[in-house]
Structures are given as structure tokens and as C-alpha cells.
């Protein structure tokens, strides 16, 4: 049996596909064919197990069980019944099921992994009696479905989690070089046979060590793999786990057989950068293939070596007002080749090409690669005379001078002059001050506080159909310009980009700095936070909104759905509810709830008696539990997610779909006089009237859109639901 053929899709990050198909005609893989982002192969299991353990450049491996028929939601759902699921899932084995791509019929993610776990679990019920339990951590099998037009393809992932996980980097910089994107430039850069003839390997600008540490595996010929504890086919039913075995102990075999020599020197100015990098090399079992110091571009020594390949990953200006310094720092980056490393090879990735004008030596090659959603450019050198083009000046890019530039400038200074005096006459500190007023420029701001104002700033991902150079452009232009066009210190400017979140992704940290600020609304205080979190932890749009249940809460019990940081509730106990109880799946958001309620002065929900309850809990799990309890509050406020799955329920949450049912079941709970805010910020919502006739219903989005959300009046959808 494992002998047989199998159809493989290896993922990989975008301009990094080439590299892995040399590695997979390596593994003994055959007809492969690469696209930008993945390639496909043909070979045995063997093939797939070896790219799991030694790929240095994937991101996942499955295993094809087949394309399928995507026109709709329900040719998906049959095509995948009729697999013969016993084959790959044994009595008693956990699921979890992913999705990624989309058409028509599946416009969500979240609802095509849906759609394939229950199209297997009831395959399965049908054949065996019983439905495979659901663990979206870690479980025995992770299926994928990815759609891709009228076809779909449906595998077994057999990496289980991203590949790129090595499992050494304990901490990371502030956007940290991603371990598979460093080992392809290392790859591609010829690497590996520098080092096979006694070469050197040298980052002056190693910040937490990932170019280090992945040329040292390579060097160590050690399997980037070998130590990680979880893969996504152990709990495969075809998995043999004697072959596996087998290869992971000639993989060990190989690592014994090389001897270690430091030809991997790195250094940085960042002290703490240096201890990041020596820690990840001794986690990662290559300390002694490395040497590390505090050492400044300008005090680099060129080692005692004929050759070499000096690597870099160089700041390319992503942080607001870093880039001023760059230029200069690219031309002594160039200097500092040139002069000191005749007869080397260099690889320098950036995410800001015009920069490398400034390293003063022509490439002889050029690659794109992607690391995350950042677009770089890997460029390779010789450093010899032929290559030097000394520039007579540094070549500096003076992005707020741009018309372009000026005009958005402009725009937000206009912006700004018609709105401050408003919120500051309404005592709002806390307001949005563009909203893409010129569509080139799709770009939200927004401005916290008013004695130390900080701006928030987030860029609408672009689609595929917009040059990438192009939008970069535009961000350097706003970025540039924002701190004088709204008298803020650079330090106050945060920046983040705005995209469609993957399940639990809006709970995940961005950061790891735990930087907040307290911000005043409506005579209340909130903690904000502008860098860990997608979002801030409060909801401008929603205002007005609060301020009516403020309004409404005067001796009423309070209740609070989805409650997010509480920042509802806060308002309702500050409008003298007698009683609030908040719920959230997130303990990450129940904590800060708590910590906006203390800032108020509202005692600490921890303890009985201040009357403020917070739960932990699936919000639909909760509502059917607390239904024999009867109603019990005056005042519920529903502001449900537009896509949410739970890791304590099977389902999918979906506000078009399950609005109805949520309305019903909050109406349980609300006593005959009370009143239910259902609010959504699915633009496209439709509320089904005719399925809740029986109930009073008003809509009063209208009046709940602040003056400075104007532009997009659909931003949410909100309404007062009443027993008739």
C-alpha cells in the first residue's frame, strides 16, 4: 500500500514555490508543476512524509483525496459523503476541518469547514452509528477543503499546523522574518553549497537570529523538522507508523554525522536582539554552529574567509516615520559590502525596493518573494568592481511631498477642521476623522483622546486587482503625512491592516508589547489597546448606541451578549442598571471587561455583591441553558459577530442565517416589558421581519450612526425588539 502513487499539494509562500519544487525532486517526487503559491507532485508516501521532515521551504503538505464538483453548497456536501471516510478516520479519532479559497456558493470560510465536517461527520453516523468527536486543536485528522472556481479539492493535511513552526523561536521581533521565507532566500542564494565549500554565512543585521538559525540546520543537515511533536497524519488511518519511524531515525543519523563548526556569525546593535538570536539558535540545538555579538553595521569586521554570502533583511520603513533614517542606513549597508567583502556573494530582502537604489551595487538577480502579506524583493549580488555603482548621493524618497500625498493631507486637515470642534462641543474624544474619502486612499482614522491624542490608522487590505507597488506607495504617502496633518507625535501613529479574520484570528494577539490607554466617551473611561489586538477594544460606530442603553438601563437588569471588553456594559451600570451580566467566549475580553468596569469605579465582578456578573461561554450555549431559568432581565443587548465558530460547539455562527434563532432565544430571557438592541455589523444584513411577526420590531440604524460614520451609513444595522 505504500508503495502506491498519491497526488500531493505542497503550499509555500508566494515567489517561494520554485525553491520547493528543486527540494521536492529531492524527496523523489515526480511530475511536479508549481504555481505561484503551491506545488503539485505525484509520489509515494514515503515522498510525503520526507516533506514533511525535511522540507525547509512548505507551509503545508496534503494529501489529495480528490477534486470535486463546487457549483454549490450541496454538490460540495454529497461529493464529500460519498468518500469512504473509514478509510482515513478510525473509530474514536478526533476532526477538525479547514477551508480556504471560494466562489459563489462559498463565500466564507468559516462556512465551507463547516459544510465539509458535517458532510463527513454524517457519512460517517450513516456507515458506523457514530459521529467522530470535533477537536479543533491538534486532532487526529485535519481535513481541507479548498475551492477554487466550479471545483474543489478535499485532502488530508498531513503538517497539521504550519510548517514554518519550527518550534525554536521563543520571541520575535516586531514583524519576524518567517522561518520558511528565510530558509528559501538562503536556498535560492546558494547557501548550502557555500557552506559545502567551507564558506561563512554572515547577517550584520540579525535581529532575532531566523536567517542564523535556519542556515545553521541547513549547515547541520539536520531536518528542520525532527523535534516538532504534532503532524496532521499520526492520527491518519493509513499513516504507517514503522516507515515513519524509519525515516526520522535516518534523519537523526544524519544530524549525528556532521561536526559542528561556527560559520554562522551574526550580529545587531539591539542587545536584547542578540540574546533572541543566541536563545533560538540553543533552543533550536545548532548554539554551536553560531556566534553572536552587539556589534554596529559600522564596527563589522570581515572575517578571515575568501568566501561567503552575506544575508540581510534590512527595516524597510513599516513602522510610521522610520523611514527619514533609511537611506542613509541602506548606503552604509552598501558601503560596508562593497569595501569590505570583495570576492563574497551578498543576499539583501527588503520590503522597500527603492531603498536598495541606495546599497549603491547593481543585482545580478532579483526575486519576489512574500513574507505574511508583505510584498519584498530578494536581491542578490557578486560583490566584485564590476558590481559597484557608488552613487554621487544618497537617493532619498521624499514621500509627503507627493501631490498625491499633499492632497490626502489636505483632505484630513479639511477633515479634521470640520469635525474637532463638533465632537469636542458633544465631549466626544473619541471619533473617525476619514473613512476612504478618496477611494485610492482606503485607509480608516481614527483619533483617541484629546491632551495626549494617538491616531489609529487601518488600510483596507487591497484586492488582487490593485498593484501591490501601488498601494505600498499610497501607505508610505499617508503614513508620511499623517503625523503633522493631525499634530501628533509619530510615537501616537498606529497602524494596522484591515482583512477578512479566519476564526479565532480576531481573538489572537498581533502584538506582544500589552501597551494600553485609557480613553474617555461619554463620561466614561475604557482601556484601548492600539497594537496587540486587530481591534482597539472600542467600537466607535456604536456610540449612539450605548448611549441608549444607558438611556434605557435605569433600574433594569442588564444583559450583554457577545459583550466584547464590556464597554455596553459599563454604560449600563453608569446609567444605573440594578443588575448586568456580560458573556464572551473570550477570556482575553471577559479581563478586560473587568478592568473597564474597575476603571469606573463599578467594584470588581470577581467578588459578590457589585452586581456585575461576567461568564464564560458560547453565547448560543448559554441563552439555551439559562432558559429554564425564565426571564429575568429588562434590558438584552445582542451584538453578535457576522462569522464566528466556537471551540465548545460544533456549529458555526452566521448572523444572516441564525438571527432569528438568537432573537427567540434572547426573548426568552426578557421580561414582558422589557427590550432587546439587536445590532450587526454584517453590511449586507437583512433582518427575515416575517419570521419574527409576532414580535414589535423598529429599526433605528439611522438614528444610531454617528455624524463622523456618515459616509457609511450601513456601517451597522440596529433594532428594538419588543413583545407586542
Sequence with gaps: MNDNVRYWIATAPVGAASVLAEELAQFGAHDIRERSHDVKFQGTLEVGYRVCLWSRTATRVLLSLGSIDAGSSKSIYEAVRRIDWREHLGPGATLACDCSGGNASIRHTIYGSQLLKDAVCDSLRDVTGERPNIAPERPDVL?????????????????????????????????PLKENVAAAVLLRAGWPSLCEQGGLLVDPMCGSGTFLTEGA???????????????????????????WERLRTEARARRAARTARRCILGSDLDA????????????????????VEKRSLGDLVRPRSDSGLIVANPPYGERIGAESGLPALYSELGGMLRDRFQGWQAAILTGNPPLARNLGIYAKRTHRFFNGTIECRLLRFDLNEASEQRP???????????????????RLRKNLQRLDPWAERAGIDCFRVYDADMPEYAFAIDLYGRAARHVYVQEYAPPKSVDQESARERRREVLAVLPEALAVPVSHVHSRVRKPQKGSEQYEKRDTRAERHAVQEGGLKFWVNFRDYLDTGLFLDHRIVRGKLREW??????????????????YAAAGEARSTASVDLS????????????LNGFGDPSFDGTGHELYRADCLQWLEEQEARGPRFDLIFVDPPTFSNSKRMEGVLDVQRDHVGMIRRSMKLLRPAGRLVFSTNYTRFKLDAAALADLSIEDISAQTIPRDFERHARIHRCFVVRFK
Design 553 to 570: 438601563a435605569k433600574g433594569a437588569d442588564f444583559l450583554n451578549l457577545f459583550c466584547y471588553t464590556g464597554s455596553a456594559t459599563v
Design 217 to 243: 540546520l541547513i549547515a547541520a543537515d539536520a531536518a528542520p523538522a525532527l523535534d516538532r511533536g504534532y503532524f496532521g497524519f499520526t492520527g491518519w488511518r493509513g499513516h504507517d507508523a514503522e516507515l
Design 587 to 598: 477570556n482575553t475580553y471577559l479581563d478586560w471587561a473587568r478592568e473597564n468596569l474597575l
Design 272 to 291: 536584547d536582539a542578540v540574546r533572541m538570536a543566541i536563545a533560538h539558535g540553543e533552543q533550536a540545538g545548532v548554539a554551536d554552529w553560531l556566534h
Design 143 to 175: 481535513l481541507h477543503l479548498h475551492v477554487e472556481g466550479p471545483t474543489a479539492l478535499v485532502s488530508v493535511d498531513f503538517s497539521g499546523e504550519s510548517l514554518h513552526r519550527r518550534g525554536y523561536r521563543t520571541e520575535g521581533g516586531r514583524a
Design 392 to 410: 554621487a548621493e544618497v537617493v532619498r524618497a521624499d514621500w509627503s511631498s507627493r501631490p498625491g500625498a499633499q492632497m490626502f493631507a489636505n
